[in-house]
């Protein structure tokens, strides 16, 4: 037997013993074999886990759709600009992604602007073989930090803290 099928095999055998850890149980419940803290039993000695989150999600949807009504169209407005995600569970972050530094230079400027000035930022450059360069935007909005931006595009991720 090649190597390839031997690999095949092995990747297999690791994916099915790891779909065998768990119990599947009806409703989308997962329970995880092995004792637990301050987590509910069944009564067959399982642990059941719950996920969630530190803001009710009947806040947390309200202030998502708010801060993405009020960035959207910043993003529309600078080209090949996107928003890769927003988080409103606690303070709400957003990923603001562009195709340049003087674009990234100018969202960042559009969103501090509607936020009055308060915003904290992380700036990166992301090379990917397959899109290239582009600059990723981590914006924490309305935060009691701010951070100034940056005068030109050059600081804007070589003045990263």
């Known amino acids: 037997m ?14 099915l013993a790891g779909a065998l850890s768990c119990n599947f149980q009806p409703g989308g419940e997962i329970s995880t074999r092995g004792p637990g803290r301050s ?15 530190s803001t009710p999600m009947e806040q947390q949807m309200a202030a998502t759709a708010e ?13 090949a600009a996107k928003m890769q995600f ?9 990923r603001l992604q562009t195709s340049s530094l003087a674009d990234a230079r100018a969202l960042l400027t559009s969103v501090s602007a509607a936020y009055q000035g ?10 990917d073989p397959y899109t290239g360069q582009s600059f990723q935007l981590d914006v924490l909005l309305d ?13 804007l991720v070589a003045g990263d803290p």
Not at 86 to 94: A, E, F, H, I, L
């Open 67 to 79: 801060a993405m009504a009020r960035v959207q169209p910043m993003t529309s407005a600078v080209q």
């Open 39 to 53: 987590h509910p039993r069944s009564s067959n000695g399982n642990v059941t886990e719950f996920w969630s989150t």
């Open 2 to 15: 090649n190597n390839h099928g031997m690999s095949t095999k092995v990747a297999l055998w690791l994916v």
């Open 86 to 94: 927003m988080n409103c569970d606690g303070p709400c972050v957003t």
């Open 118 to 127: 308060r915003i904290s930022f992380t700036a990166r450059e992301v090379l």
């Open 143 to 155: 935060s009691d930090k701010p951070r100034p931006l940056p005068e030109t595009d050059d600081e």
